[in-house]
């Protein structure tokens, strides 16, 4: 936490080395994250890319107050949340921007390369409702409390306690026999 | 798996690797934007076209190119070779009862500078059958690319006019939605995307043609646009600026489409990203029998869903309602529009609103739902929500249409007449605000700027 404050700290003062001590720090973290919830590669790569540009670009008005890592998984969480709004927009008026999942072709210049146990999770995750796969993902990946998630969520501790239990049913139900250990 | 520990190890083991040359590309596009912050640009960058569009020369000289672009297109009516005018194309689609077809979907991203700007990544596809028939409706089936091989069915969509509904069915989620609508609703929802909206809009703008290609064994003749206000209308998701590229290929025998490409490609200046969008429209079966059997939805049994009602239009009016509304119930306006809450429904959001609220309309309603089960709280509340649900629209809407939209429901009460709750761009010259005892009027953008400067901080 200290250590966060000081990066901020720094990077408010301009040193460029202390941008790539974030980026190192946080982007593996991000980028699972975000592979989780979006259940595709591309699209999680294309959301923390953008996240660390908006960063890198609005660093003069981050708070010192606040939490560094709150302040990249909140940022993550709205650009999916974005996303996804916009892909409903668009699927009521045809194909366009309806929600893909990526081509296994992927370029030179990919950025994430997931272990075939992320690459399950994903696939199981992508069956729960979003609402869902956002608590069990919130809780498991970054240790959040109930009520931080509630606060993100904007609904009752209670909710987002039953949207867990739901979930990790769910997940249970799907995983059966696939991992063990 | 056996228990929530099983999972836990499964998030823990799951393992993610960055790739070094990606890596260093990522933070290569991140470190040049720390370069170039956000201070330096506009918060809202328009598009090249409309800024070129705001001086009065430039719009004068466009004048003169769409009377040129008029006479073009006449003289294409009157002399191509073949003798084939896309509005008699247009009128032989319109007389076709019922087709088939199929769109293939890819998508790709770019960057626009920093090392390879051209290398494509981000690669997706996709594919959507129709069959629209003009007594029925449109049914389409979505398919994404299965990680096991082949296509897999992601959605399937009903739009049936005749019964003034619109139904999404996600058979993976085991969801649905169901909108009800009314007739222009019906109007916007059919002609989307469709051969005859895609001639329509062709005949709008500048185009030219292509001459005679054959395409399947088949003798075509092509038209192309390429003037990006042809989409200007429809695609409208951030982006700084907008290139089109639109061919259509037309039988020369039937007069009918025979394949429709589509590019776009969308300028994301902040982000230095471009996204590419091409479609092919192909497959086509021209006036195919049709039952109504082909337009009935299946939703099976265990399958949840919500109804939606919508007003029957989106005004400055809808709005007001649905704030009006809002404050029966909850006393205060909302902190934030729209209700909808990123990803739950409308009825949800509203529901834990009013659960903390003890105005009469707030009690009035929880008496009502005491007791009932989730579908017929949700049945209960079709009605209810329509001008909520007509706010949150509009205020969607507002910023689809880059209309330089505000909110102040967290510092704005019903009580401030003198102050801006609800603000939107008319023009260069006009905003409409919507004030705290929700009167409304037209202000110059500096009248706004004192306004705004006097609200609470």
Redesign the interface.
């Known amino acids: 936490m200290i250590e966060d404050k000081l990066l901020i700290f720094r990077f408010k003062q301009g040193r ?1 080395g202390t ?2 001590q974030i ?1 190192d720090k946080y ?2 973290e991000l ?2 994250l975000s ?2 919830l979006t259940g ?1 590669v ?2 999680a ?2 959301i923390v ?2 996240v ?9 008005r981050i708070s010192l107050t606040g939490s560094l890592k709150n302040y990249l998984v909140t940022s993550v969480i709205n650009r999916i ?1 974005n996303y ?3 892909n409903n ?27 075939e ?2 690459t ?2 994903s ?1 199981a995750l ?2 729960l ?3 869902q796969r ?1 608590v069990v993902s919130l809780r ?2 970054m240790d959040m409390t109930f009520r931080r998630i509630a606060t993100l ?4 501790t209670n ?1 987002v306690k039953g949207r867990y239990r739901y979930a ?1 049913a769910r ?2 139900s799907l ?7 | 798996m056996r228990s929530a520990d099983d999972i836990k190890r499964l998030f823990r083991n799951a393992e993610l690797r960055i790739h070094p040359d990606g890596d260093e590309r990522v933070f290569e596009d991140v470190l040049q934007a720390r370069r170039h912050p956000m201070e330096d640009q506009p918060a809202t960058p328009d598009s090249t076209w409309r800024t070129i569009m705001r001086s009065p020369l430039t719009k004068l000289a466009a004048a003169a190119v769409v009377v040129i672009a008029c006479l073009i297109g006449l003289s294409f009516w009157r002399t191509t070779g073949s003798g084939i005018a896309l509005a008699d194309v247009l009128a032989r689609i319109e007389q076709v009862k019922a087709y088939r077809s199929t769109t293939s979907a890819q998508f790709w991203s770019t960057k626009v500078t920093g090392e390879d700007p051209n290398k494509p990544y981000n690669f997706k596809e996709a594919h959507d059958t129709w069959l629209i028939s003009k007594e029925y409706g449109r049914k389409s089936t979505d398919e994404e690319l299965d990680p096991n091989g082949g296509w897999s069915k992601t959605a399937e969509s009903y739009c049936l006019p005749p019964k003034r509904t619109y139904i999404d069915i996600w058979p993976k989620q085991k969801r649905y939605r169901r909108t009800e609508f009314d007739d222009r609703w019906a109007e916007q929802f059919q002609f989307q995307d469709s051969p005859d909206t895609l001639v329509k809009r062709i005949l709008k703008y500048k185009y030219e043609s292509l001459g005679r290609s054959t395409i399947d064994g088949i003798e075509v003749e092509g038209f192309r646009t390429t003037d990006p206000n042809h989409v200007i209308d429809i695609i409208n998701r951030g982006e700084s600026e907008i290139q089109a590229d639109i061919k259509i290929w037309v039988d020369v025998k039937t007069q009918l489409p025979v394949r429709c490409d589509s590019t776009y490609v969308l300028f994301y200046q902040m982000e230095n990203k471009k996204k590419y969008e091409h479609f092919v429209k192909h497959d086509f079966q021209w006036d195919v029998p049709v039952a109504a059997a082909d337009f009935e939805p299946v939703i099976p049994e265990d399958y949840t869903g919500i109804v939606i009602k919508y007003p029957a239009h989106i005004t400055e009016e809808t709005a007001i309602e649905g704030l009006k509304l809002l404050v029966e119930l909850l006393g205060k306006y909302p902190e934030k529009i729209p209700i909808e809450a990123d990803f739950a429904d409308v009825g949800d959001t509203v529901l834990r609103l009013a659960e903390k609220s003890e105005t009469p309309a707030a009690m009035r309603l929880k008496e009502e739902i005491k007791g009932l089960t989730d579908k017929e709280i949700g049945n209960k509340l079709v009605d209810f929500l329509m001008p909520i649900r007509g706010l949150d629209l509009f205020y969607m809407r507002l910023q689809w249409y880059k209309k330089d939209r505000a909110y102040y429901g967290k510092i704005v009460t019903p009580k401030d007449a003198d102050k801006v709750l609800l603000r939107w761009k008319v023009s260069d010259k006009e905003y409409r605000v919507i004030f705290g005892d929700l009167h409304a009027e037209t202000v110059s953008p500096e009248k706004l700027a004192e306004l705004e400067r006097n609200l609470p901080k």
């Open positions: 460029n941008l790539r980026y982007k593996v980028l699972k592979v989780v595709d591309n699209t790569e294309d890319h953008d660390f540009v908006k960063f890198a670009q609005s660093a003069e949340r996804r709004r916009d927009r668009h699927c009521e008026t045809g194909l366009e921007g309806v929600e893909v999942f990526s081509s296994p072709e992927r370029g030179p210049y990919q950025w994430a390369v997931l272990s146990q992320l399950l999770l696939h992508r069956e409702p979003y609402e956002e498991m990946e969520q904007n609904t009752s909710t990790m997940l249970r995983l059966n026999g696939e991992v063990e250990k």
